[in-house]
């Protein structure tokens, strides 16, 4: 990867207050990038984390945005590019997710889940391809999937579901865009010992231990990690992978699920 690949790149990532979006934005500021982060959580709850990259002196802004309203996500892009003149890159990480089975999953959690992780993603991922397509930048947009979109988990329906219906997505988007050399990837972590897996295991200890075990290659993931892999997919010298999903899960989705 070329280290200045993403000097004055305008760098736009959602969910960005979250730990997988807090390295990625970091990962993007040490490499001179701007970044435009937003999350739904309040400026005054974002002001403590966004401290660290007033201290690396990286440029950003921060936009409180809900990704599961299309206004808001449009409004946001039209202000960074009113500020920075144009967007490279997109990180589409916004998530949620509810630890039910769908024996006991409401209507209303089912529906504010698929909003959120996969409505939320077409509207921003859209909105910025049209950006890059209207200001000539061949552009890179990467989504935070998962490796619990490959097959079945009972646990936490709507989020797999969601999950692999953004793969299609990605497919989908890439193959449209593709001739305007925009490029539309994947990424799909397995257990990450960060944001909404470790929320999980905080409450459970036992559960982390439990997950480690289970993967093939014994260890968790840690956030920074996620973000080289993103900062990887969205290199210029990557110019041939495109509808790609480049799958970081210690061979998780080699077992079988219960
Ligand atoms: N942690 C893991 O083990 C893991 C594994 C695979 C994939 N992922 C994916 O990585 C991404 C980041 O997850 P994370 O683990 O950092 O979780 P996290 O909870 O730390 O971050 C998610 C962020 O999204 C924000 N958010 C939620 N709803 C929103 C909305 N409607 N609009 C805008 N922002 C909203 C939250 O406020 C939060 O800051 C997600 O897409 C997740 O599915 C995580």
């Known amino acids: 990867m070329e280290s200045n ?33 937003s999350d739904i959580r309040d400026p005054t709850t974002a002001a403590a984390k966004l401290s660290l990259m007033d201290n690396l002196g990286v440029a950003y802004r921060y936009d409180q945005v809900d990704v599961s309203n299309a206004d808001e996500v449009e409004g946001w892009i039209q202000d960074v590019e009113g500020q920075w003149g144009h967007v490279d890159i997109a990180i589409v990480n ?23 992780n996969l409505n939320g993603s077409f509207f921003m991922a859209n909105a910025a391809c049209r950006s890059f397509v209207k200001k000539k930048v061949a552009g890179n947009i990467v989504f935070l999937g998962s490796w619990a979109a490959h097959a079945p988990h009972t646990n936490i329906p709507a989020y797999s579901v969601s999950k692999a219906a953004l793969r299609m997505l990605c497919k989908t988007m890439a193959l449209s865009y593709a001739e305007k050399g925009i490029r539309v990837n994947e990424i799909a972590p397995g257990y990450v010992n960060a944001g909404l897996s470790k929320e999980v295991w905080d409450k459970d200890p036992y559960s982390a231990s439990q997950a ?18 993103v900062l990887w997919l969205c290199d210029p010298s990557n110019r041939h992978t495109t509808g790609s999903t480049l799958l970081m899960d210690g061979g998780l989705s080699l077992l079988r699920t219960k």
């Open 5 to 37: 690949s993403f000097k004055d790149k305008v760098v736009l990532i959602s969910g960005g207050m979250g730990d997988i979006g807090q390295a990625v934005a970091l990962e993007f500021g040490k490499m001179g990038a701007k970044i435009g982060i």
């Open 94 to 116: 916004a998530a949620t997710v509810t630890l039910k089975d769908v024996q006991e999953i409401t209507a209303k959690e089912w529906e504010r889940e698929i909003q959120v």
């Open 212 to 229: 480690r075990d289970r993967v093939p290659v014994g260890k968790l993931i840690e956030a920074d990690e996620v973000a080289k892999q």
